[in-house]
């Protein structure tokens, strides 16, 4: 279901599947979900591949290797229960940009701040979208699609980088992603075919509440716990 949110909106994979993850198989967040992020992102952006704005893309990744050596230091220093409140309060603070709606321009420097954010956030989580879809919310649904994809998968190789240099990932969940795979290519495929019928802001409303229901019950469990 992740995969055909994300092939049909351009966001959604992370979001989705991260709260759940962290409640239902904490061993998929974030390693794993960002390997298979990485793939669908990719799967994407050679999808629409001429619509990819490059000049945003590669501001965009300078932001996200700032951001991501940020969430790795701090994946380093929090014990597990405070590390899962920062979780959950990350996954909310996704929804909360998604929802206000902001008219940014996608300036140099607004996307470089958009990637800093996005890779802290999509380290810690494997959710880093939101951040670029609210500076990249005026472009056409081509290009930003295309240009998400570019920017999410890059990112998340270096995400991926430090984390396995910090000692976080590794080949169990790199065969963890791959066991997975076939149905993340199903979604994606899924999504070829509903494109053009399934309204986008649909997609973002039910993204969005799942998203956010997902992100308190990781903080219920986290707070009985």
């Given at each position: 279901m992740g995969a055909c949110l994300q092939g049909v909106g351009g966001i959604g994979f992370a979001m989705l599947s991260a709260p759940l993850g962290a409640i239902f198989f904490p061993d998929l967040v974030p390693g794993p979900l960002l390997a298979m992020g990485c793939c669908l992102s990719l799967m994407g952006a050679l999808r629409e591949r001429e619509a990819i704005a490059w000049r945003i893309a590669g501001f965009a990744l300078i932001g996200r290797?700032?951001?991501?050596?940020?969430?790795?230091l701090t994946m380093a220093w929090l014990a597990p229960g405070p590390l899962g409140v920062l979780f959950s309060v990350s996954i909310l603070a996704a929804v909360a940009l998604s929802l206000l709606g902001w008219r940014l321009l996608p300036t140099s420097p607004n996307v470089v701040?958009?990637?800093?954010v996005s890779g802290f956030m999509g380290t810690i989580t494997s959710a880093g979208a939101p951040p670029f879809a609210l500076v990249m919310q005026h472009m056409a649904p081509a290009p930003m699609r295309a240009t998400m994809g570019c920017i999410l998968a890059g990112?998340?190789?270096l995400s991926l980088s430090m984390l396995a240099l910090a000692g976080r990932f590794g080949l169990p969940q790199l065969v963890l992603a791959a066991a997975l795979a076939p149905f993340l290519f199903a979604g994606f495929a899924l999504s070829n075919r509903l494109r053009g019928h399934v309204?986008?802001?649909?997609?973002?409303?039910?993204?969005?509440?799942?998203?956010a229901a997902g992100a308190l019950g990781v903080l219920g469990r986290t707070a009985f716990s």
């Open positions: 290797a700032l951001g991501g050596a940020a969430a790795v701040i958009a990637g800093t990112g998340a190789v309204s986008p802001g649909a997609v973002r409303r039910l993204l969005l509440g799942l998203c």
